[in-house]
Nanobody
Framework: QVQLVESGGGLAQPGGSLRLSCAAS????????MSWARQAPGKGLEWVSG????????YYAGSVKGRFTISRDNTKNTVYLQMNSLKPEDSALYYC???????????????WGQGTQVTVSS
């Protein structure tokens, strides 16, 4: 079965950095686009970033463009999200999801991990 396990969340100061990882198993990782999404307390799901199966194209939400970088290692079945210049408004539960554009009408579609908490605070 599809398994997506996120790690790397934690507490960061404003302006700091974190690197999230998502280890995938149970499917042919190199055949799928992968995404990161987040949900802040009291807010809806937000598609943060996506990367095509071969890494040839990426997507970033306007709120993170220029600060976050998505990458993947198909030899390790892992997708990453490097988050720099973190802001308090980046605080959220971050999810790894299989596929491109994993949110439809505000709801998750496809396979998702359990999430890793990111808190940005001084």
């Amino acid at each position: 079965q599809v398994q997506l396990v996120e790690s790397g969340g934690g507490l960061a100061q404003p302006g700091g950095s974190l690197r999230l990882s998502c280890a995938a198993s149970g499917f042919t990782f190199s055949g799928y686009a992968m995404s990161w999404a987040r949900q802040a307390p009291g807010k809806g799901l937000e598609w943060v970033s996506g990367i095509l199966s071969d890494g040839s194209d990426t997507y970033y939400a306007g709120s993170v463009k220029g600060r976050f970088t998505i990458s993947r290692d198909n030899t390790k079945n892992t997708v990453y999200l490097q988050m720099n210049s973190l802001k308090p408004e980046d605080s959220a539960l971050y999810y790894c999801a299989r596929g491109w554009s994993p949110i439809i009408r505000g709801s998750a579609r496809g396979s998702w991990g359990q999430g890793t908490q990111v808190t940005v605070s001084s």
